[in-house]
């Protein structure tokens, strides 16, 4: 499976960036996707995922604010951001793994990642 990341960028609190995360190497609709962060000093974190059942989960800091999508006709995942806040700054990555999303392990494959970087 290959992961493409593009979208990142800098902007200021209260704005908004569209992440997009081109999929290829496997049946689509066959895999769990999600998108991690990683700031600076900190662990590597989901934000959020779907999966083959359709069920979109987000970390509670995103909730209402960022909105996790397929485009079937496209093979890409995408991840609206709006609302941003410093806090958001981190290389964002696109992750996913064959059948149904993990729960107790890794994730088996991740894109490079893309910087989004929000200042106050």
């Known amino acids: 499976v290959q992961l493409v990341e593009s979208g990142g960028g800098s902007v200021q609190a209260g704005g908004s960036l569209r992440l997009s995360c081109a999929v290829s190497g496997y049946v689509f609709s066959s895999l769990c996707l999600a998108w991690f962060r990683q700031a600076p000093g900190k662990e590597r974190e989901g934000v959020a995922s779907?999966?083959?059942?359709?069920?979109?989960k987000y970390v509670e800091a995103v909730k209402g604010r960022f909105t996790i999508s397929l485009d079937h006709a496209k093979n890409t995942l995408d991840l609206q951001m709006n609302d941003l806040k410093p806090e958001d700054t981190a290389i964002y990555y696109c992750?996913?793994?064959?059948?149904?999303?993990?729960?107790?392990?890794?994730?088996?494959?991740y894109g490079r990642g893309t910087q989004v970087t929000v200042s106050s």
């Open positions: 992750a996913a793994d064959r059948g149904f999303c993990p729960t107790n392990r890794d994730f088996e494959y």
């Open positions: 779907t999966g083959m059942t359709g069920l979109t």
